[in-house]
Protein backbone atom coordinates (compact mmCIF):
# COMPACT_ATOMS: atom_id res chain seq x y z
CA UNK A 1 0.00 0.00 0.00
CA UNK A 2 0.90 3.48 0.13
CA UNK A 3 3.05 5.34 2.55
CA UNK A 4 4.39 8.71 3.54
CA UNK A 5 7.26 9.02 5.19
CA UNK A 6 9.10 12.63 5.93
CA UNK A 7 13.01 13.00 6.30
CA UNK A 8 13.16 14.91 9.77
CA UNK A 9 10.82 14.72 12.71
CA UNK A 10 12.11 18.29 13.79
CA UNK A 11 13.46 21.65 12.21
CA UNK A 12 14.72 24.91 14.04
CA UNK A 13 15.34 28.10 12.33
CA UNK A 14 15.66 31.51 13.16
CA UNK A 15 12.92 33.96 12.47
CA UNK A 16 13.44 35.71 8.87
CA UNK A 17 15.26 32.38 7.58
CA UNK A 18 13.26 30.03 4.62
CA UNK A 19 12.30 26.56 5.85
CA UNK A 20 12.44 23.58 3.71
CA UNK A 21 10.17 20.88 4.66
CA UNK A 22 10.63 17.39 2.87
CA UNK A 23 8.66 14.55 2.51
CA UNK A 24 8.88 11.26 0.43
CA UNK A 25 6.22 8.42 -1.28
CA UNK A 26 5.80 5.35 -2.50
CA UNK A 27 3.59 5.20 -4.37
CA UNK A 28 3.97 6.28 -7.94
CA UNK A 29 0.15 6.62 -8.94
CA UNK A 30 -0.55 9.65 -6.45
CA UNK A 31 -1.94 12.30 -8.36
CA UNK A 32 -2.45 14.77 -5.40
CA UNK A 33 -0.69 16.13 -3.14
CA UNK A 34 -1.32 18.00 0.10
CA UNK A 35 0.43 20.33 3.23
CA UNK A 36 -1.58 20.64 6.16
CA UNK A 37 -0.27 22.86 9.44
CA UNK A 38 -1.35 22.09 12.33
CA UNK A 39 -0.97 24.29 15.84
CA UNK A 40 -1.23 22.84 19.10
CA UNK A 41 -4.72 21.61 20.32
CA UNK A 42 -6.17 22.27 16.74
CA UNK A 43 -7.30 20.53 13.72
CA UNK A 44 -5.12 20.70 10.53
CA UNK A 45 -5.09 23.64 8.47
CA UNK A 46 -4.51 23.61 4.88
CA UNK A 47 -1.72 25.26 3.58
CA UNK A 48 -1.64 24.59 -0.09
CA UNK A 49 -1.20 21.41 -2.34
CA UNK A 50 -0.53 20.06 -6.20
CA UNK A 51 -1.70 17.88 -8.48
CA UNK A 52 0.72 15.32 -10.49
CA UNK A 53 1.01 17.15 -13.61
CA UNK A 54 2.63 20.20 -11.76
CA UNK A 55 6.10 20.59 -9.94
CA UNK A 56 5.76 23.62 -8.63
CA UNK A 57 3.31 26.23 -7.07
CA UNK A 58 3.03 29.20 -5.04
CA UNK A 59 1.11 30.07 -2.60
CA UNK A 60 1.95 33.24 0.03
CA UNK A 61 4.71 32.82 1.32
CA UNK A 62 4.74 29.23 0.72
CA UNK A 63 5.96 27.08 -2.16
CA UNK A 64 5.34 23.30 -2.93
CA UNK A 65 7.63 21.34 -4.95
CA UNK A 66 7.18 17.60 -6.61
CA UNK A 67 9.45 15.23 -7.78
CA UNK A 68 7.59 12.67 -9.39
CA UNK A 69 10.95 10.94 -10.55
CA UNK A 70 12.02 10.57 -7.24
CA UNK A 71 8.69 10.39 -5.44
CA UNK A 72 9.55 13.65 -3.37
CA UNK A 73 7.75 16.06 -2.20
CA UNK A 74 8.93 19.95 -0.40
CA UNK A 75 7.06 22.93 1.58
CA UNK A 76 9.57 25.69 1.55
CA UNK A 77 8.38 28.88 3.68
CA UNK A 78 9.96 31.80 2.72
CA UNK A 79 10.69 34.66 5.75
CA UNK A 80 9.99 32.49 8.28
CA UNK A 81 8.00 33.87 11.06
CA UNK A 82 7.42 32.68 15.16
CA UNK A 83 3.54 31.87 14.04
CA UNK A 84 4.59 29.13 11.24
CA UNK A 85 5.68 27.29 14.32
CA UNK A 86 3.78 24.16 14.07
CA UNK A 87 3.48 20.01 13.14
CA UNK A 88 3.25 20.08 9.57
CA UNK A 89 1.91 17.19 7.10
CA UNK A 90 2.29 16.09 3.98
CA UNK A 91 -0.81 14.06 2.75
CA UNK A 92 -1.44 12.09 -0.68
CA UNK A 93 -4.57 10.73 -2.15
CA UNK A 94 -4.42 7.24 -1.73
CA UNK A 95 -7.63 6.26 -2.97
CA UNK A 96 -10.31 8.55 -1.62
CA UNK A 97 -8.81 9.54 1.61
CA UNK A 98 -5.85 10.92 2.79
CA UNK A 99 -2.60 9.16 3.38
CA UNK A 100 -0.61 11.38 6.05
CA UNK A 101 3.47 11.13 7.06
CA UNK A 102 3.88 11.86 10.73
CA UNK A 103 4.72 15.13 10.83
CA UNK A 104 7.80 17.57 11.54
CA UNK A 105 7.70 20.11 14.49
CA UNK A 106 8.93 23.36 12.85
CA UNK A 107 10.42 25.63 15.82
CA UNK A 108 10.73 29.08 15.03
CA UNK A 109 13.32 31.29 17.59
CA UNK A 110 13.22 35.01 17.49
CA UNK B 1 -20.08 30.17 8.76
CA UNK B 2 -19.71 27.41 10.89
CA UNK B 3 -17.88 25.28 8.73
CA UNK B 4 -17.12 21.84 10.40
CA UNK B 5 -17.94 21.09 13.93
CA UNK B 6 -16.98 17.96 16.67
CA UNK B 7 -18.39 17.71 19.94
CA UNK B 8 -17.71 17.21 22.59
CA UNK B 9 -14.40 18.79 22.87
CA UNK B 10 -12.83 16.40 25.50
CA UNK B 11 -14.77 13.29 27.15
CA UNK B 12 -13.48 11.20 29.71
CA UNK B 13 -15.47 7.75 29.87
CA UNK B 14 -14.58 4.10 31.02
CA UNK B 15 -14.11 0.69 29.39
CA UNK B 16 -16.46 -0.92 27.93
CA UNK B 17 -19.08 2.25 27.61
CA UNK B 18 -20.85 3.03 24.90
CA UNK B 19 -19.60 6.89 22.93
CA UNK B 20 -20.72 8.43 20.51
CA UNK B 21 -18.65 11.32 18.52
CA UNK B 22 -20.12 13.92 16.64
CA UNK B 23 -19.85 15.81 13.25
CA UNK B 24 -21.72 18.25 11.42
CA UNK B 25 -20.74 20.73 8.58
CA UNK B 26 -22.52 23.17 7.03
CA UNK B 27 -21.34 23.06 3.80
CA UNK B 28 -23.45 20.20 2.23
CA UNK B 29 -19.34 18.49 1.70
CA UNK B 30 -20.21 15.06 -0.33
CA UNK B 31 -17.13 13.44 1.95
CA UNK B 32 -16.70 13.06 5.64
CA UNK B 33 -13.73 11.50 7.44
CA UNK B 34 -13.17 9.97 10.58
CA UNK B 35 -10.00 10.27 11.92
CA UNK B 36 -7.55 9.12 14.82
CA UNK B 37 -4.06 10.99 15.85
CA UNK B 38 -2.00 9.30 18.24
CA UNK B 39 1.47 9.34 19.17
CA UNK B 40 4.04 7.99 16.87
CA UNK B 41 0.92 6.67 14.09
CA UNK B 42 -0.01 10.08 12.64
CA UNK B 43 -3.67 10.45 11.13
CA UNK B 44 -5.34 7.33 10.52
CA UNK B 45 -8.22 6.92 8.79
CA UNK B 46 -11.14 5.46 10.77
CA UNK B 47 -14.12 5.53 8.60
CA UNK B 48 -15.52 7.57 5.25
CA UNK B 49 -18.37 8.80 3.90
CA UNK B 50 -19.13 9.51 0.04
CA UNK B 51 -23.03 10.29 0.36
CA UNK B 52 -25.47 10.04 3.09
CA UNK B 53 -26.10 6.31 3.27
CA UNK B 54 -23.04 5.18 2.13
CA UNK B 55 -19.63 4.52 4.35
CA UNK B 56 -17.10 2.62 4.29
CA UNK B 57 -14.24 1.14 6.23
CA UNK B 58 -10.40 3.12 6.72
CA UNK B 59 -7.53 1.78 7.51
CA UNK B 60 -8.12 1.22 11.44
CA UNK B 61 -12.54 0.27 11.77
CA UNK B 62 -12.03 -2.14 14.24
CA UNK B 63 -13.69 -1.29 17.33
CA UNK B 64 -15.94 1.62 15.92
CA UNK B 65 -19.56 1.96 13.77
CA UNK B 66 -20.74 4.87 11.57
CA UNK B 67 -23.74 6.54 10.39
CA UNK B 68 -24.59 8.82 7.39
CA UNK B 69 -28.41 9.13 7.52
CA UNK B 70 -28.19 13.36 6.89
CA UNK B 71 -25.00 14.55 4.78
CA UNK B 72 -24.31 17.47 7.39
CA UNK B 73 -24.10 14.93 10.04
CA UNK B 74 -21.04 12.02 10.44
CA UNK B 75 -21.09 10.05 14.01
CA UNK B 76 -18.89 8.04 15.34
CA UNK B 77 -19.64 5.49 18.24
CA UNK B 78 -17.37 3.32 20.25
CA UNK B 79 -19.93 0.51 20.77
CA UNK B 80 -17.44 -0.71 23.71
CA UNK B 81 -14.61 1.09 24.74
CA UNK B 82 -11.29 -0.02 24.92
CA UNK B 83 -8.27 1.73 26.67
CA UNK B 84 -6.82 1.40 22.97
CA UNK B 85 -9.22 3.83 21.86
CA UNK B 86 -7.58 6.97 24.23
CA UNK B 87 -7.02 9.22 21.25
CA UNK B 88 -8.00 12.46 19.84
CA UNK B 89 -10.42 12.39 17.22
CA UNK B 90 -10.86 14.28 13.76
CA UNK B 91 -13.56 14.47 12.19
CA UNK B 92 -13.11 16.70 8.17
CA UNK B 93 -14.91 16.94 5.22
CA UNK B 94 -14.91 17.29 1.35
CA UNK B 95 -16.35 18.74 -1.48
CA UNK B 96 -15.47 16.00 -3.97
CA UNK B 97 -13.26 12.66 -4.03
CA UNK B 98 -10.39 14.66 -5.27
CA UNK B 99 -10.67 18.27 -3.05
CA UNK B 100 -8.75 19.19 0.07
CA UNK B 101 -9.89 18.00 2.87
CA UNK B 102 -11.41 20.61 5.97
CA UNK B 103 -10.72 19.48 9.66
CA UNK B 104 -12.59 20.22 12.72
CA UNK B 105 -11.21 21.24 16.02
CA UNK B 106 -10.98 17.35 17.29
CA UNK B 107 -12.49 15.51 20.58
CA UNK B 108 -10.39 14.32 22.98
CA UNK B 109 -11.43 11.32 24.09
CA UNK B 110 -9.70 9.38 27.16
CA UNK B 111 -10.89 5.79 28.06
CA UNK B 112 -10.24 4.68 31.64
Known amino acids: GESVGLHLPTLSVQEGDNSIINCAYS??????FIWYKQESGKGPQFIID?????DKRQGQRVTVLLNKTVKHLSLQIAATQPGDSAVYFC?????????FGKGTTLSVSS | DAGITQSPRYKITETGRQVTLMCHQT?????MFWYRQDLGHGLRLIYYSAAADITDKGEVPDGYVVSRSKTENFPLTLESATRSQTSVYFCASSRDRDEKLFFGSGTQLSVL
Open chain 1, 27 to 32: NSASDY
Open chain 1, 50 to 54: IRSNM
Open chain 2, 27 to 31: WSHSY
Open chain 1, 91 to 99: ALKGGTALI
